[in-house]
């Protein structure tokens, strides 16, 4: 496509239930992250993948937390047993090989998850 | 750590006015700098950037100047419009941080 696709757009789930979160980048990005968007928190970085691997998961906040990628395309980001406090907005952004230098990260539009 | 601080809002203004949206930043080495736009209803996107010191970004009629002294990346508009009603976004890049980029917490932009 010719953006970053997030799905799905709203995810409403009870307090321990299990979420996925798919992106899917922009053909050729080899470059691939999440980050959490919280009211009053300005944007959390998560996750970095670049292809398949994913070098830095500094960013996950606990074991709950995970993140596949396959293909060098689509990723998932998986919260087991949610929280009220894992509600938010989940960003997925691509970009070109960021080793090159400073690229553009393009966002896609988010997935707003609650937790009741 | 890196980490980026701008003002918090929201802001209000007038159209017409003239915007200014501190930046500033804690950082070591030399970090690429940007400014990100998040228009109501949709995705994050770069509205400029700066990759060294004194460098000057500049798109849409926004600005921003790249000052190593004062460790800072001020954005600045010298008349808003309605449509730039948005939440502005001051991130930085550096070595340190490894790809990603490390974001400011957002400043809300409302022009009426």
């Known amino acids: 496509g010719a953006g970053v696709s997030q799905s799905p757009s709203n995810k409403v789930t009870e307090k321990g239930k299990d979420v996925e979160l798919r992106c899917d980048p922009i053909s050729g990005h080899t470059a691939l992250y999440w980050y959490r968007q919280s009211l009053g928190q300005g944007l959390e970085f998560l996750i970095y993948f670049q292809g398949n691997s994913a070098p830095d998961k500094s960013g996950l906040p606990s074991d709950r937390f995970s993140a596949e990628r396959t293909g060098g395309s689509v990723s998932t980001l998986t919260i087991q047993r949610t929280q009220q406090e894992d509600s938010a907005v989940y960003l997925c952004?691509?970009?070109?090989?960021?080793?090159?230098?400073?690229?553009?990260?393009?966002f896609g539009e988010g997935s707003r998850l609650t937790v009741l | 750590g890196d980490s980026v601080t701008q003002m918090e809002g929201p802001v209000t203004l007038s159209e017409e006015a003239f915007l200014t949206i501190n930046c500033t930043y804690t950082?070591?080495?030399?970090?690429?700098l940007f400014w990100y736009v998040q228009y109501p209803g949709e995705g994050l996107q770069l509205l400029l950037k700066?990759?060294?010191?004194?460098d000057k970004g500049s798109n849409k009629g926004f600005e921003a100047t790249y000052r190593k002294e004062t460790t800072s990346f001020h954005l600045e508009k010298g008349s808003v419009q309605v449509s730039d009603s948005a939440v502005y976004f001051c991130a930085l890049k550096s070595s340190n941080s490894g790809y990603a980029l490390n974001f400011g917490k957002g400043t809300s932009l409302l022009v009426t």
């Open positions: 950082a070591t080495g030399y970090p690429s």
């Open positions: 700066a990759t060294k010191a004194d």
């Open positions: 952004a691509s970009s070109l090989d960021p080793g090159r230098g400073p690229g553009e990260l393009f």
